[in-house]
Each structure stands twice: as structure tokens, then as C-alpha cells.
């Protein structure tokens, strides 16, 4: 436990992975995986992290800074890990990064990363405290200071959109 009675968690118990093979129903009519499936998977892989991190309910707050690196084509194997970066009080930042594997040559490329916000909720959808995360390793550190820029980019631009009245939800 931490100061104050907060329970805490190591970076690496929420670590991740998902292999999923691209079948030609994954595809767009170039036979490449649709960016709207890899988001999906993203999202997936990045709620098992946030998951087990919260060991309670979670919901997607936001997905951002995602970038479409390379094409995935039908046939390969398609390769997620995601991991908490930080926690707050009820959110936190998951980073996933995703590799295709072409099983036939024995290649793998980076296809994507992205970086989410899960908020933990009890049954009824209200926000509830989380675990503090805990870095064990220099790498998990450099994730927990990048993850504090992003929050501060992220913050100021949600109260900027909320000031905006675009997050308002009046029809
Ligand atoms: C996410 C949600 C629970 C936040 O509820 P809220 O009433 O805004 O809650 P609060 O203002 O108390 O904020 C709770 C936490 O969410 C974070 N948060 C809220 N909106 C956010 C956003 N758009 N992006 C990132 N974080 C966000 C806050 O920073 C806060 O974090 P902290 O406690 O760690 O400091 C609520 O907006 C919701 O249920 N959204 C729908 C989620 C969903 O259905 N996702 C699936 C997509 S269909």
C-alpha cells in the first residue's frame, strides 16, 4: 500500500497481447486490414491492460495520437501489446503498439501505436478510484513522464473543447 492507504500495481501486471490472423473479411478493396478493424483491436487489447490494472470496469474516455504506419495485409498476423503507462485518479493512459508478422517469411514490421484513455467505473457507469501504478524499469519510467506530457496536451485541450460546448451531450 501506499501513502494514504492506496493500493498499488506494477507497470508490468497489466501487460497485454493479442495475435489475430487477417482474413479477407478484415480487408478493404485493396486487401489491406480497414483502419476502422485495427482501431478495434486496438481498443480491445488496451481495455485488457486497463483492466487488469483497475480490476473493475472499465470505458473507453478517449483514444488519441494514433498513427497508421504501414499497411497490414490479408494473411498476416497481426500483433498487439499494450500496458498501463500511468494511472490518475479513475483514469488512465494505456499504450499499444502493434506489429504485423508475415508468418511466410518470417518478417515483422511496426504497423501502428496509440495511446488511450480508460476511465474505471463501478456497475453503475460512476468513476472510482484506481490502483497507483508502480514503474519497476527505466523503460516504465520513460512511459510514466511521457504519459504525464501527454496528460497535460490532453487536459488543456479537453477544457478547450469543453469550453467550446462540443463535449456537451445536448443534441
Ligand atoms: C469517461 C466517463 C466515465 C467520464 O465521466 P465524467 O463524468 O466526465 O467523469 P469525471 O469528470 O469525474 O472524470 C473522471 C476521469 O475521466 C477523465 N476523463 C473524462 N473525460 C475524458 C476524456 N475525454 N479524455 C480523457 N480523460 C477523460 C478525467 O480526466 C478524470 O480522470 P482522473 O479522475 O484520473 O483525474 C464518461 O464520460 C463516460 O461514461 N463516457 C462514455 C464512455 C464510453 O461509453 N466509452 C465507450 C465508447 S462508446
Excluded: C
Amino acid at each position: 500500500m501506499a501513502q494514504g492507504g492506496q493500493a498499488t500495481r506494477g507497470a508490468y501486471a497489466s501487460q497485454s497481447e493479442m495475435t489475430e490472423l487477417i482474413l479477407p473479411n478484415d480487408a478493404n478493396t485493396l486487401g489491406n486490414l480497414l483502419g476502422g478493424r485495427l482501431m478495434h483491436l486496438i481498443d480491445l487489447v488496451a481495455a485488457m491492460a486497463a483492466y487488469r490494472h483497475a480490476r473493475t470496469h472499465v470505458v473507453t474516455a478517449s483514444m488519441d495520437h494514433i498513427d497508421f504506419i504501414a499497411p497490414v495485409h490479408v494473411g498476416d498476423l497481426l500483433i498487439l501489446k499494450s500496458r498501463v503507462n500511468r494511472g490518475y485518479r479513475t483514469s488512465m493512459e494505456v499504450g499499444v503498439k502493434v506489429w504485423a508478422e508475415n508468418a511466410i517469411e518470417g518478417t515483422h514490421r511496426h504497423v501502428a501505436s496509440a495511446y488511450l484513455t480508460f476511465v474505471a467505473v463501478n456497475a453503475a457507469g460512476v468513476p472510482v478510484p484506481i490502483p497507483q501504478l508502480l514503474t519497476e524499469d527505466e523503460e516504465g519510467e520513460r512511459r510514466f513522464q511521457d504519459a504525464g506530457r501527454r496528460r497535460e496536451q490532453r487536459q488543456a485541450e479537453l477544457a478547450r473543447r469543453r469550453a467550446a460546448g462540443k463535449l456537451s451531450t445536448q443534441p
